[in-house]
């Protein structure tokens, strides 16, 4: 695949600039053709919608794109850790790219059910096998790769790699967008240009420069720390579980989770909570912060496994909404999704989730608009797929504010009610399948929260009153020991 060739299907209406329907004195070239900046997956599964309405769409990358198979790229600094596709971002994918689960299961990811395949300490105890929901485990390069190689099937996509965006071009009527500077060569012109540029979106400063103002930020920070390291799976026939996950708390606030890839690899992700609890990047120092967690079932799975890679940190995991919705003034011709919008504290596993509902979002409203309407609906659109973050914002911003070092406005007095009944909820679904449905439901994202406040549900939680929220931790689950000597 080259990096920057155009794919058009013979016949296509970008090979027929005189068909009826294009307006007197317009470029079809242009008119036909969309532009999105940043082939992480946010992009991939936005080109992928909007080759429904255009006959071209340049997926425009600063980094130069691996060609050989799934490799670590500068632009996804945070791919070296551990990632979650919840059951709603994969069933959303699987709409948008039909079989994109069995290429990636085929590529080495795992569909596991969480939390039955896991090990895992919630903050109120250890889960039993209740039902949940599922999620699909594979390292970030993988899903990338995968993605990418079905999104490039549509003909009407290329990718323009190795070239960074520099800044947006203006209409001549000085309110729209109608195309993107690019380091490397001339502008280019395009009806519509979506940013899914992720954290290091400079759209702020692009849009300062054409006379708009500095959209209003909401920023909530834990001051989460990630170490990571991959190693090989050692053999233990009486393993019974996929992964492990020793969640944090106020009073313990450190943490990790181990999850399978392809290659019998486990990749183990420790996390801390402010400064004092960040894991350590040294190699030496690795598996002592593991041993320090509430729960020793991390580090007694791999205290003697065979490191396959050095650690690598990650700081980057502030809570950050820039709200673009809110502004009074929006360019016709341009939207931002994705990390470019809102990103989350990647703790929650949410991020990839969201994309895919983002764009689902951005389908839906675009559903009965033409290529020429579409550009003047950009406000619209804006809006729509900045509501797909409201609930995982809710969740993550609601659940950092417990930690004393957040930074950010803290709970009011509605979020303090809501997380004392949000602590009885996980009380109740640690054990009682009535409970943990409802809320693998809202935590996957495939259920409205209020579902955690339907009477049958409220009922079976306060039932559980006499239970403390934050018991003594026993070393394992009653269903499953430790490793065998």
Request: glycine content about 10%.
């Amino acid at each position: 695949m080259d990096n920057d060739t155009d794919n058009h299907p013979a016949g296509s209406p970008a090979s027929r600039p005189n068909e009826p329907g294009h307006e007197p004195g317009h470029d079809p070239a242009v008119d036909d053709h969309a532009v999105v900046l940043g082939a992480g997956l946010a992009g991939l599964l936005a080109a992928r919608v909007l080759a429904t309405k255009f006959a071209r769409v340049t997926l425009v990358e600063r980094d130069e794109l691996p060609q050989a198979g799934p490799a670590f790229r500068p632009g996804v600094p945070q791919s070296r850790h551990v990632h979650v596709l919840w059951s709603r971002g994969l069933e959303l994918m699987e709409q948008m790219l039909p079989g994109i689960t069995g290429k990636l299961v085929a590529a080495g990811a795992a569909v596991l059910e969480s939390p039955r395949d896991f090990l895992w300490l919630s903050p109120a105890g250890w889960f039993d096998a209740v039902p949940g929901a599922e999620v699909l485990l594979a390292g970030r390069e993988v899903i990338d790769w995968t993605v990418r190689q079905e999104v490039l099937r549509d003909g009407r996509i290329r990718v323009r790699a190795g070239s960074p965006a520099t800044g947006l071009v203006a209409g001549a009527d000085g309110r729209s967008v109608t195309g993107v500077r690019l380091r490397d060569g001339e502008p280019l012109a395009a009806r519509l240009v979506v940013d899914a540029t992720g954290r290091t979106s400079k759209t702020p400063d692009w849009l300062a420069a054409l006379g708009h103002e500095v959209p209003e930020a909401s920023r909530c920070d834990s001051r989460l720390a990630y170490s990571s390291r991959y190693f090989e799976t050692p053999e233990d026939p009486g393993r019974r579980w996929r992964g492990v996950y020793v969640q944090g708390r106020p009073d313990s606030p450190r943490g990790g989770v181990l999850v399978p890839l392809d290659g019998d690899r486990w990749l183990v992700t420790l996390l801390g909570y402010g400064s004092a609890h960040a894991p350590p990047t040294k190699d030496e120092e690795f598996l002592d912060f593991a041993r320090t967690l509430r729960s020793p079932a991390l580090y007694d799975a791999i205290r003697d496994a065979k490191p396959l890679s050095s650690a690598t940190g990650f700081r980057g995991t502030a809570n950050e909404w820039r709200h673009y919705e809110r502004m009074e003034r929006w360019p016709a011709g341009f939207i931002v999704l994705g990390d470019a919008s809102c990103r989350f504290n990647p703790v929650y596993g949410h991020g990839m989730t969201v994309a895919a509902l983002a764009a689902d979002a951005l389908a839906a409203a675009i559903r009965d608009l033409g290529p020429a309407e579409i550009p003047g609906a950009a406000r619209r659109l804006q809006r729509r797929t900045a509501a797909a973050a409201e609930v995982a914002w809710q969740i993550a911003t609601s659940e950092d504010q417990r930690y004393p070092e957040t930074e950010g406005p803290p709970p009011d007095r509605a979020a303090r009610i809501l997380q004392k009944y949000m602590s009885r909820v996980m009380v109740g679904a640690n054990a009682d399948p009535g409970i943990s449905a409802p809320f693998f439901g809202v935590l996957s994202l495939s259920a409205p929260p209020n579902t955690l406040l339907s009477p049958g549900t409220v009922v079976r939680v306060l039932s559980k009153w006499r239970l403390p929220t934050d018991p003594e931790t026993t070393a394992y689950p009653s269903h499953h020991g430790p490793p065998g000597p």
